[in-house]
């Protein structure tokens, strides 16, 4: 099975920065599209960031430029630099990706995998 495990999530003052990873393993022939989600209690889950492979990134506009989404293919590994952290960025972040694999020698498919989440804590 593939694994999407997450790191660097922590409590940051205002104004101050953060860089979450999220690192892909497993049985993977290849990532398409990575992304990150946070959520807060009572809120919907909120689309950060995504950075398809060898494409452009797209952004929230709450977090445009703020927050910086990149990926190291060699690594399996997309990461989110967090800048200019407000109180509004708390929140539970997420990283998601879409993974073309296989079982075995069967056929290839293509199915989304989600990490365990990271809490980031911006105090007011």
């Known amino acids: 099975q593939v694994q999407l495990v997450e790191s660097g999530g922590g409590l940051v003052q205002p104004g101050g920065s953060l860089r979450l990873a999220c690192a892909a393993s497993?049985?993977?022939?290849?990532?398409?599209?990575m992304a990150w989600y946070r959520q807060v209690p009572g809120k919907q889950r909120e689309l950060v960031a995504s950075?398809?492979?060898?494409?452009?990134?797209n952004y929230a506009d709450s977090v445009k430029g703020r927050f910086t989404i990149s990926r190291d293919n060699a690594k399996k590994t997309v990461y989110l630099q967090m800048n200019s952290l407000k109180p509004e960025d708390t929140a539970v972040y997420s990283c998601?990706?879409?993974?073309?694999?296989?079982?075995?020698?069967?056929?290839?498919?293509?199915?989304?995998?989600w990490g365990q989440g990271t809490q980031v804590t911006v105090p007011s």
């Open positions: 497993g049985n993977i022939f290849s990532i398409n599209t």
């Open positions: 950075i398809p492979n060898g494409g452009s990134a």
């Open positions: 998601t990706a879409n993974i073309l694999r296989r079982d075995g020698v069967g056929p290839l498919y293509e199915r989304d995998y």
